[in-house]
């Protein structure tokens, strides 16, 4: 017992010796180390942030620049059609006081007998009627920026991420389409089901339908898992939308009530009132984001793994949109 309680000593002793050593000469250098990283660490980030603060910097001096610029443009047009028609209405001016100086001079039978003196009265040549011109009007994608728009739709993710709740209202749903029990998952089935009650909000041939919830103001995103789908289209619709029938008026991106992103195989586009943008991707994105920013009338689709833009669309939204969705080809689930 005593030889056992002597080894236990020992190695307590050698025990302690190894903890003495540890914190005399093991953890100087990692404390020493520690603040060697963290003061590199805040180096790098302020020399970071430096290049995207110049960079942001940069951008916002060019892009105020070309506001100015259309601006003083436009303003420059303004004021030389205010100048031609202030000519055309000076000369149309003295037009009519010649014919009216004629009229009060002239008897009826020196007006037939004169028609050598009608054809000498100035004509109002080269004088049209005014007509709608953009050169008259503000350029709005002068500011357009691709750096811009892609630092936006980051701030807005880091701000914005999760805070809808978007669920699919089932009184929408196709026939040819299965909800799932939370209401955030679309299967298709390309039997189309008899146990679905047909109703002014269902659509009953194409394979889509509308989320419960609608916008009219503000900023709003939301992202769909796609990544087991290749037919399928994401977007925004109005409430105007026709439900029924095989025509394009309630096919989305056939009408001028739908805004979509639409996938089939290895093909991306853009689709709004029967016109079709090809999307010329890098990969297949397995979540696409969706970006709704009411106040500028613009509408966006990105990659949330990335933030990536995958493409921007301003339109003159009015009325109440709701996020549309469309899947002929397996399932679509909203993750958030």
């Not at 093991?26 to 060697?36: E, I, T, Y």
Request: a negative charge; aromatic letters at 8%.
């Amino acid at each position: 017992l005593q030889n056992k309680i002597v080894d236990h000593c020992e190695r307590l002793q050698f025990q302690s010796a190894s903890i003495t050593k540890y914190v005399a000469e093991v953890l100087p250098g990692k404390n020493q180390r520690a603040v060697s990283s963290a003061s590199a660490a805040r180096e790098l980030v302020i020399q970071r942030l430096g290049v995207v603060r110049g960079l942001c910097e940069s951008e916002e001096q060019r892009l105020l620049d070309r506001a100015h610029g259309e601006e003083e443009r436009a303003h420059q047009s303004i004021l030389t059609q205010r100048v031609h028609w202030t000519e055309a209405l000076q000369k149309l001016d003295t037009i009519r006081t010649s014919l009216v100086d004629m009229l009060t001079h002239l008897d009826d039978l020196q007006l037939i007998v004169s028609p050598a003196g009608l054809r000498t009265q100035p004509e109002a040549e080269g004088i049209l009627d005014p007509q709608e011109s953009d050169k008259l009007n503000f350029n709005e994608k002068c500011i357009q920026s691709s750096l811009l728009t892609q630092l936006w739709v980051t701030a807005v993710l880091g701000c914005l991420s999760g805070t809808e709740d978007v669920r699919i209202d089932e009184r929408t749903v196709s026939p040819f389409l299965q909800l799932s029990d939370d209401r955030r998952t679309l299967t298709f089935n390309a039997k189309k089901s008899k146990a679905c009650a047909d109703g002014p909000e269902r659509f009953d041939h194409w394979p889509n339908a509308l989320a419960t919830i609608s916008f009219q103001a503000g900023l709003h995103t939301w992202v769909v898992s796609v990544q087991n789908s290749c037919a399928y289209k994401v977007g925004v619709a109005s409430g105007q939308l026709p439900r029924k029938g095989s025509g394009s008026d309630s096919r989305l991106g056939h009408n001028a009530f739908s805004w979509v992103f639409s996938r089939y195989d290895q093909e991306f586009r853009f689709s709004h009132a029967g016109q079709h943008e090809p999307l010329a991707l890098l990969r297949c994105p397995a979540q696409l984001g969706v970006l709704l920013d009411w106040q500028a009338q613009q509408l966006l689709f990105f990659e949330p793994a990335s933030g990536t833009v995958l493409h921007s669309h301003h339109a003159p939204f009015s009325g109440p949109l709701f996020p549309v969705f469309a899947v002929a080809d397996q399932t679509i689930s909203i993750i958030r």
